[in-house]
Every structure is written in structure tokens, then in C-alpha cells.
């Protein structure tokens, strides 16, 4: 029976919420009778949440714990999942298009002389082949490419596949792992900034992103109230004001940042250049705050207000709020 | 010290995209053409490595078509010292890309292999680990910033919400994301430079394609939206369609 392996990514001992959202795209891909599996590699302890994954379509969960497994080194995951693909017949390889999903799966692909589409937002099968829908050009064009051979190997793009919780509890298999020293080549040495912590503007349900407009970086502190009070929500940047250093670079959205699909999605105080449009005009809903009613992003928003942000934004995170508590 | 700094022609990310007449690629005419962005920033990480070591050699690599010459003059120009064009027809998925710059790399003996994080015309995010792959090298992607003390790198990913610190030997290698790297301009005697470097040209080993594009779209045209008010008397009304309307909040 032809089966479709997701990676659960873990970090820090923990299954990652985007581990679901690979589950879910396995599940979209797999035809009648495909079985759909998941893969953990961590630490001692990891596979602990393992079978919850039964819940969301998986029927069975691999699972590799090991102090060796404890740090990330791509070349030691590539090499248990490489030996986990080849011991069956598999279909397919999803990973979460995460920093990790992006950095190990290629490693994967190339490992297995398989063909390889990053950032998908849409699989089907066709006759036995995975046909990928995926944006390029920061999403100014979707393609719909074809893998050839099997297994094909992809990433799919953060909230783009729909989470079904249901009920049920996979089998949870151990993996045999034999690992060599030669297999530790880069290695994860040290987190900073409570990585597993922050929700990343590439996977959170609603983004908050603030641009030249909010003048100084310490008005982001406005931006950061509204996120916190919509919860799920994280906050983002035009490259104006990466570039001018106020926020991260992992914050910006665009052609030079991410492209991000969330269901909601604010620019505040951003023009709408055509580089920041290209990053996240396939948001489900745009809301868009500007004082300039010329501003192009009104073009694509689906709400907008004119007006002082500084006015606006602490007007909204109060209405939310009163929301949220009655 | 010898960096290897591979880059890519893109077009500008002011560019529209036309689909072409073949439905399955973008259509170049009238597109300015640039040096990839992140690729820049490896340009700049490769020329820096060299500057501190005091000596050493960068050279700057492509797989493309006659014209991508244009792309690696540019990074001459930047202070690159030699290049070399694997020419290609069209333009090849990201693993036979991958395997034609492995193949080249097998030749030259190198430090560190230097990437773009990603291009972004196919936005595939994959050729540098698929070489690293390909090579049995270690490998870090999404590099911000790193530091080689003799066969030893550290080098900074930037992750979901963080950084990881990830530790390798060279040979390694490694693909750039916007850090402290921000890529200088070429002076004009660099530019007068660049004619007089040497740009060797060779036939790209690329192997079997392994995906290919059927296909391209545009995205829905997103339906202009209405402005709902004007200052914050206008939130009461926004957030009541935020909730009633799109069931979002
Ligand atoms: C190679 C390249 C790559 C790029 N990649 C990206 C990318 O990935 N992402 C990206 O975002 N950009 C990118 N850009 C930059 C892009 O072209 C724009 O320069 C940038 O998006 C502008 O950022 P901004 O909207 O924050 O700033 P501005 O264009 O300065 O706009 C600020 C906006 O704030 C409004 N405003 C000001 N004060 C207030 C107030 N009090 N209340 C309400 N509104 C106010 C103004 O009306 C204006 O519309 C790229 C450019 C290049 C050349």
C-alpha cells in the first residue's frame, strides 16, 4: 500500500504546531488507500505527543528519539529519514515549510535523487506522480509543476492546508536508529532569543505588520498590544523599516522576506510597494490603515481606514479588547 | 582562503510578470534584469572573508545562459576575482542546477561555498543544501551572519522567532540571508576591472531534470476593498465586519 511520510518537526522537545499542517497536506495528497504516516526526531521524550497525531489523519507516527538527536544537524536527520524512506514504499515526503522543513528537505531530496517543490499551497496526484501548485516570484505567479519518479518531496506553505482535528490515536513505531559520527557534520550548538517561544509571521493566523509610517521603532510597542490582544497573531515589518533596523529581518514581509498567507492580515502605515504586495496579497482578508488615501495598498485591501495610525491602532486594540472580554 | 559565491540572474523584484506565450514561463521581454538580493549578500560575506584573511581568491559562479555573463561581470565589478558561466539552456529546475554546480565544485578545491538563501524568480529555496548534499558537506542555510576561525565556522540561522547557532568545519557550506552583510556598490575602477578579470565559460553538467513547470497562473485579482471610514471613529464599524462579515476575528 502506498504510503505519504510527514515530518512532525519537534523543537526544544516539543511537536511543533506546523507538524499538524504537514499531517493535514499528507492527507490532501493521499489517494483512496494511501496510508498516511508522520516521522519525530528529537531528544529522549519527543515522541511523547506522538500518537495525538492520530487525531488530525495519521495512522502511524515513527518515532526517533536520541540524545544524538537532541541538537538539529541536518545531516544526521536526513540520514534517519532517508533510511525510513527507503525501508517502504513511499509516495511522498511532506515538510512543514519551516526554517527547519526548508533546510532539511532539499537535503532529503538530493539524498534520494527524488525531485523536490518548496512553499506548496496546493498537491494533488496524477496517475502516480505529485503535481505541486506553488507561488514564484514572491506569488506574482502560481505554477503547477509535476515531480517526476517517486518519491516526490515538498514543503508546504504555512497555513495553506487546513487542519481537520478529529479523534483517534496513531500506532507509534520506534525507529531503529544507527547513526555514525561521520553523519554529524553542522550541528546546532546554542538557541538564541527563546526561539521555540515567538510565533513566526510565516505561520501565525493573523499577522500585524507596521512600515515607515509608525516613525520609530518604539511605536512598534502599539503594534505588539493589538497582536496580543487578537491573539495568535504575530508581528511583521515592510523592509523600510528592517532596513532602517527597527525590526528583524525574519519580520519582513515581501519579495526579500517572507510570503505569508495568513487569514488576517493589518498593514499599518505601509505604502503597499509592489515588493511588500508580492508577500502577502494572498492574505486571506487585508485591512489596511494609512493617512494617505492614494496609498496603493488600499488596492488590495479588502477594509481600510484613512486616517493617523496613532489615532487608529490604540482605538482598535481597545474595541478588541472589550470584544474579547464580553 | 579560497570562497566560492554562487549567483543567479533574476528579474527585478519591480518587475511585473507576463506569462509567456507557452503558458509555463515568464516572459522576459522588456524585464530588467538584476543580480539575486540575497545573492548579494553572499558577494558581500565572500569579500569580507577574504579582506580579513589578507589573502585568498573569490569566485563567483553561475549556471545560465549566455546573458547571465552580464550578472557575474557585476560581481567581478563588486571585487570578485575571477568567475565562471556553466552554460545552460533555458532554465533548469533547482536539481539539476544543483547537480551541475556539485559537478563543478568537485573540480576546485574551496573553504566555503557561499549561496543566496533563496532566488527569488523560482523561489525554490533549495540549490545550496542540495549542493552541500550532493558534496557530503556540512551545511548551513538562512545564515545571517558567521565567523571562521581556521577550519572552524559558526554561523547564525535565523529561525521561526530566534537564531541558531550552528557549528561546522570547512570545507562547509553555507547560504545567506539579510544580516550585516549589506553588499557595497562597484566603484568605477572596479567596473573597468571587471572587463580584464577572467569569465571562463564551460558547458553546465546538469543532470535529469526531476520537476517541471506545466503551467502558470496569476492569482486571483484581489477585488479593490472599500475604505470604511476615515480616523478611529471608523474602528467600531471595521472591527463589526472584521467579526460579522469575514468571521476573522
Ligand atoms: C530589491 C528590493 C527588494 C524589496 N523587498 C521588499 C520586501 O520584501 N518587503 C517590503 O516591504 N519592501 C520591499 N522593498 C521595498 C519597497 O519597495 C518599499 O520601499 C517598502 O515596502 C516601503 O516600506 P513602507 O511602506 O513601510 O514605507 P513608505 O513607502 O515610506 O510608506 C509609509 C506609509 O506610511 C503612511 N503613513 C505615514 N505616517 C502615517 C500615520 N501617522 N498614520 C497612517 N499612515 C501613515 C504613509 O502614507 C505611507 O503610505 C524592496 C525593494 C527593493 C528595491
Not at chain 1, 21 to 32: G, I
Request: glycine share 10%.
Amino acid at each position: 500500500m502506498p504510503r505519504i511520510l510527514a515530518f512532525a518537526e519537534a523543537r526544544e522537545g516539543t511537536i511543533r504546531p506546523v507538524a499538524r499542517e504537514a499531517v493535514a497536506a499528507a492527507r490532501a495528497l493521499a489517494a483512496a488507500g494511501d496510508e498516511v504516516e508522520a516521522v519525530v526526531l528529537g531528544g529522549a521524550g519527543v515522541g511523547g505527543e506522538a500518537a495525538g497525531l492520530g487525531s488530525v489523519g495519521a495512522s502511524r507516527v515513527h518515532v526517533g528519539e536520541s540524545d544524538a538527536l537532541k541538537a538539529y544537524s541536518p545531516e544526521a536527520y536526513t540520514t534517519v529519514l532517508a533510511g525510513l524512506v527507503r525501508s517502504g514504499d513511499y509516495r511522498a515526503v511532506v515538510f512543514p515549510g519551516s526554517a527547519m522543513g526548508k533546510d532539511l528537505a532539499p537535503r532529503l531530496a538530493a539524498r534520494l535523487g527524488a525531485g523536490y517543490a518548496s512553499d506548496c499551497t496546493g498537491l494533488e496526484l496524477e496517475g502516480e506522480e505529485v503535481v505541486a501548485t506553488r507561488p514564484r516570484y514572491a506569488g506574482k505567479v502560481f505554477a503547477r509543476e509535476r515531480i517526476t519518479g517517486s518519491p516526490a518531496v515538498v514543503t508546504v506553505r504555512g497555513n495553506a492546508f487546513a487542519v481537520e482535528e478529529g479523534s483517534g490515536s496513531a500506532e507509534v513505531v520506534p525507529l531503529d536508529l544507527s547513526l555514525r559520527e561521520a553523519d554529524f557534520g553542522a550541528i546546532v550548538c546554542e538557541v538564541r532569543s527563546g526561539a521555540a517561544a515567538k510565533l513566526d509571521v510565516a505561520e501565525a493566523p493573523i499577522v500585524v505588520s507596521g512600515g515607515r509610517g509608525l516613525r520609530d521603532p518604539a511605536n512598534f510597542k502599539l503594534l505588539e498590544e493589538l497582536a496580543e490582544v487578537l491573539g495568535n497573531a504575530a508581528v511583521g515589518a515592510s523592509r523600510a523599516v528592517v532596513d532602517a533596523g527597527w525590526r528583524p529581518h525574519s519580520d519582513q514581509v515581501g519579495q526579500t522576506g517572507k510570503t505569508v498567507a495568513p487569514q488576517l492580515y493589518f498593514a499599518i502605515g505601509i505604502s503597499g510597494a509592489i515588493q511588500h504586495l508580492a508577500g502577502m496579497r494572498t492574505a486571506k482578508y487585508i485591512v489596511a490603515i494609512n493617512k494617505d488615501p492614494d496609498a496603493p495598498i488600499f488596492k488590495v485591501a479588502d477594509y481600510g481606514i484613512v486616517g493617523d495610525l496613532f489615532e487608529i491602532v490604540p482605538r482598535l486594540t481597545e474595541e478588541i479588547r472589550r470584544l474579547r472580554s464580553s | 582562503m579560497k570562497i566560492v559565491v554562487c549567483v543567479k540572474r533574476v528579474p527585478d523584484t519591480e518587475a511585473r510578470i507576463r506569462i509567456a506565450g507557452d503558458g509555463r514561463s515568464a516572459d522576459p521581454a522588456g524585464v530588467k534584469f538584476i543580480t539575486n538580493p540575497y545573492d548579494e549578500f553572499a558577494v558581500e560575506a565572500a569579500l569580507r572573508l577574504r579582506e580579513a584573511a589578507g589573502e585568498g581568491e573569490v569566485v563567483a559562479l553561475t549556471v545560465g545562459g549566455p546573458e547571465a555573463a552580464e550578472t557575474l561581470r557585476a560581481v567581478l565589478a563588486m571585487g570578485a576575482d575571477r568567475a565562471v558561466l556553466l552554460r545552460a539552456e533555458g532554465a533548469p529546475e533547482g536539481n539539476a542546477v544543483a547537480e551541475a554546480i556539485a559537478a563543478e565544485l568537485r573540480e576546485q578545491s574551496f573553504d566555503v561555498a557561499l549561496f543566496g538563501m533563496k532566488a527569488i524568480d523560482d523561489d525554490l529555496q533549495a540549490v545550496g543544501a542540495m549542493v552541500g548534499e550532493r558534496l557530503q558537506l556540512p551545511t548551513a542555510t538562512s545564515v545571517t551572519e558567521f565567523r571562521v576561525e581556521g577550519s572552524r565556522v559558526t554561523a547564525d540561522r535565523e529561525v521561526e522567532g530566534g537564531i541558531e547557532v550552528v557549528e561546522l568545519q570547512t570545507p562547509c557550506v553555507l547560504t545567506i540571508t539579510k544580516g550585516p552583510y549589506e553588499p557595497r556598490y562597484a566603484s568605477l575602477k572596479g567596473i573597468m576591472a571587471a572587463k580584464k578579470k577572467p569569465l571562463e565559460e564551460k558547458e553546465a553538467a546538469t543532470g535529469e531534470a526531476r520537476s517541471r513547470v506545466e503551467s502558470l497562473s496569476y492569482p486571483p485579482e484581489r477585488q479593490s476593498g472599500r475604505i470604511v471610514g476615515q480616523g478611529p471613529d471608523a474602528v467600531p464599524e471595521l472591527v463589526r465586519l472584521l467579526r460579522e462579515e469575514a468571521k476573522v476575528i
